[in-house]
Nanobody
Framework: QVQVVESGGGLVQAGGSLRLSCVAS????????VAWHRQAPGKQRELVAS???????NYAESVKGRFTISRGNAKYTVYLQMNTLKSEDTAIYFC???????????WGRGTQVTVSS
């Protein structure tokens, strides 16, 4: 069984920083694209950042220059460094990873980020 677990969320003041972690575990042979999505109350889930197999990255316009997605040294770990946080960044942040040759997309349960103004 494969699972993805997010951590690192919390309450922070506007202008502050948080680092989210996404760890995949279980019967894993390879991890391909990993992405962070977020969903604010009353809004649709949106893509925030992706990191591809060749380590190229992609960001939503709203977070460019403030957020950085990266792979960690620990196996199957991806981080989302969030700087200069704004109240509109408040949301539940979800990680999704493509696992193994079948590129099965596994979602985590999310971690809450709350930015107070």
């Amino acid at each position: 069984q494969v699972q993805v677990v997010e951590s690192g969320g919390g309450l922070v003041q506007a202008g502050g920083s948080l680092r989210l972690s996404c760890v995949a575990s279980g019967s894993i042979f390879s991890v391909h694209t990993v992405a962070w999505h977020r969903q604010a109350p009353g809004k649709q889930r949106e893509l925030v950042a992706s990191i591809f197999t060749n380590d190229t990255t992609n960001y939503a316009e709203s977070v460019k220059g403030r957020f950085t997605i990266s792979r960690g040294n620990a196996k199957y770990t991806v981080y989302l460094q969030m700087n200069t946080l704004k109240s509109e960044d408040t949301a539940i942040y979800f990680c999704v990873a493509e696992i193994n040759a079948a590129r099965l997309r596994i979602w985590g349960r999310g971690t809450q980020v709350t930015v107070s103004s």
